[in-house]
């Protein structure tokens, strides 16, 4: 807080005493650093766009599972999925926002996709390792949101 003070009384005093501002000068500035700033965001946004995982196609092959949402769980079909195929998870809410998040067994988030009542998120991914994965509301729900889990089985 003394920091800030002390760089705002600095500002203060230097802008006082360095006499008119031209500004035509200022107006200037002011466009090249927009021009930098939009310029900067441009290439940031096309540097990412080709990795979010929305709209990714889910092919011919692709496995479809529907899974919806109610409080507290979660309605999985019994039938476990193939590694190395992609599934194509097709989410609904029956009643709030919930969160689909698909963790490993050592509990590293995989991904989380919101869900959103009334509304049929669709959301493809290809797990590359058989075995148990875990599914758990990434948002909170209500009391009980920390049960809210389920298991996801994927076969080799």
Known sequence: MVVV???AVVVGVSTRTRGDVDSGRLA??????FVIAISLLTAL????IFFTPYGKSAGNDAQVMEVKSLQYAWLLPGKPV???RPVEFRLTSQDVTHAFAV???GWKLLFQVQVIPGEEQRYV???AKP???HVACFEFCGI???RMQALLEVRA
């Open 82 to 84: 193939t590694a190395g």
């Open 131 to 133: 075995g148990t994965y």
């Open 45 to 48: 946004l096309f540097a990412t």
């Open 28 to 33: 200037a500035r002011e466009k090249g650093w």
């Open 103 to 105: 963790y490993t067994s």
């Open 144 to 146: 009980g949101h920390d």
């Open 125 to 127: 991914y290809t797990f």
């Open 5 to 7: 003070t002390a760089l």
